[in-house]
């Protein structure tokens, strides 16, 4: 089944431990995106990727990492979490030119 | 500034009525405009997505329309159920690729029956 899996679904962390939310995908699409959702503001870009070592800047990625060594693989890294760094995150993929396949979502809580 | 707005935070429709919903953008010029439906808790789902040069699209019960000079996008579903009762984004490309897509925050429509 063609789908984009993240890992973990859900997780409760402390400020200032590092953590990587895992996203791989199988239809061997060359654009990948992080999004996080916060209510009221919506899904805003963190960091994409247009194909492998190629990534870029969304519009926060204040606070987050993330590299493309694999073109199926695209881990979010949060070296130091704090609580406003607290939302619902999806990772999504697509082909140029057609619409994104999303993720079901890692919602992070961090105290 | 660019900027994407979505109708309306809510919409209510009747059970077997056409629902329609508005993406307005400002300080864009978009390659194409996309339509996902989200449901609580859920990824995004992508419907339909509408190039410059199209005026219109259609899939099953839902259509699409995008004029590029109003920078305007409806989305209609008709004969709507029940089951359609989602929130629902528009969705621009800010570079010709698709990397750079930013949502509109949404309008959450709920179908009665």
């Known amino acids: 089944e063609a789908q984009v899996t993240q890992n973990p679904r859900y997780l409760i962390t402390v400020t200032g431990k590092k953590l990587t939310v895992t996203c791989s995908q199988n239809m061997n699409h060359e654009y990948m995106s992080w999004y996080r959702q916060d209510p009221g503001l919506g899904l805003r870009q963190i960091y994409y990727s247009m194909n492998v070592e190629v990534t870029d800047k969304g519009d926060v990625p204040e606070g987050y990492k993330v590299s493309r060594k694999e073109k199926r693989n695209f881990p979010l890294i949060l070296e130091s979490p704090s609580p406003n760094q607290t939302s619902l995150y999806f990772c999504a993929s697509s082909l140029q030119g057609n619409g994104y396949t999303f993720g079901s979502g890692t919602r992070l809580t961090v105290v | 500034s660019q900027k994407i707005e979505q109708n309306s935070e809510a919409l209510n429709i009747q059970e077997g009525k056409t629902a329609t919903l508005t993406c307005n953008y400002t300080?864009?010029?978009?390659?194409?405009l996309q339509w996902y439906r989200q449901d609580p808790g859920r990824g995004p789902v992508f419907l339909l997505l509408?190039?410059?040069?199209?005026k219109e699209k259609r899939k099953e019960r839902l259509k699409v329309t995008f004029d590029t000079t109003l920078k305007q996008s409806l989305f209609h579903i008709t004969a709507s159920q029940p089951a359609d009762s989602a929130t629902y984004l528009c969705a621009l490309d800010r570079a010709f690729g698709n990397e750079k897509l930013t949502f509109g925050t949404g309008t959450r429509l709920t179908i009665i029956p």
């Open positions: 509408i190039r410059e040069n199209e």
């Open positions: 300080n864009y010029s978009p390659a194409y």
